[in-house]
């Protein structure tokens, strides 16, 4: 319905722009409107034609201004650090940097590819930038998986908050960490970390200075950090392969 509205728009002002050269009389306008309008009627598809072209243009201009950002911000990028864990081959040839946010829907159904690409390329190191832009609760997750790391259990506690259909309010993420198997007295210490807040303030900065829309982002190099490609938000397994294979 969005694509089919945005599409309409589009056409109705392409018409409005030809009818306002004055070069037609209103008797001709009226029959070119209408011609238009049962045009549209009788073939839909058009307005979806349209509307999947002008999706594609979308996405094409932002991966374009984000990779044009990136190569300054590489190091920024694929240095792993406090909420910004590492799995994978941490030698590996080619780098991931997955921007993400627990409570992002999207996010959640990448999970499954994104351990499938680490389980399937062993040349793979991913690097999970925490980027907790829905609310408090995904602030609070990101704080205990980053807390968690210093108990060698980052990727456990992350992939729980992935998978759980719950919204992680501090009790539910609580919950799920000792389910873990966390020591719980310890994480709520490093939870209180102030390094911690600082590193999600920094990859909030990262994030704003790369002008990223959303997450998940995905951002890939090789282990040189001269060859990059994107994938901006949700993508099929297909899709992060070629990604992959473009900084090979």
């Known amino acids: 319905m ?4 945005l599409c309409g728009l589009l056409l109705s002002g392409v018409i409005s722009s030809v009818l306002a050269a004055d070069t037609f009389t209103a008797d001709q306008v009226s029959q070119i ?18 509307a999947e072209k002008l999706q594609q243009q979308a996405i094409a201009d932002e991966k374009s201004k984000i990779l044009a950002s990136v190569p300054n911000l590489r190091t920024e990028i694929f240095t792993p650090g406090l909420a910004k864990a590492t799995v994978g081959n941490a030698e590996g040839s080619v780098i991931m940097a997955e921007f993400s946010s627990y409570q992002c829907g999207h996010c ?7 351990d499938k690409l680490l389980k399937d390329n062993k040349d793979l190191q991913v690097i999970f930038v925490d980027w907790p832009i829905f609310g408090n609760e995904a602030v609070y997750a990101a704080k205990m998986t ?31 960490a000792a389910a873990t198997g966390l020591d719980m007295k310890k994480l709520k210490s ?28 995905f951002i890939f190099a090789n282990r040189a950090l001269t060859k990059f490609s994107l994938v901006p938000g949700q993508a099929s397994e297909e899709e992060m392969v070629k990604a992959i294979n473009e900084v090979k």
Not at 33 to 50: G, N
Not at 195 to 202: F, I, P, R, S
């Open 2 to 5: 969005k694509k089919t509205y």
């Open 33 to 50: 409107e209408k011609i238009a309008h049962d045009y549209i009627v009788s073939h839909p598809q058009v307005l979806m034609e349209a």
């Open 108 to 114: 959640r159904a990448m999970d499954a590819i994104v």
């Open 146 to 176: 980053a807390a968690a790391e210093k108990q060698k259990k980052y990727y456990a506690l992350h992939r729980a908050f992935m998978q759980s259909e719950e919204s992680l309010r501090p009790e539910v993420a609580d919950r799920i």
């Open 190 to 217: 490093d939870l209180d970390d102030s390094a911690v807040d600082e590193a999600l303030k920094n990859n909030f900065k990262l994030a704003e200075r790369l002008k990223l829309h959303g997450t998940p982002t």
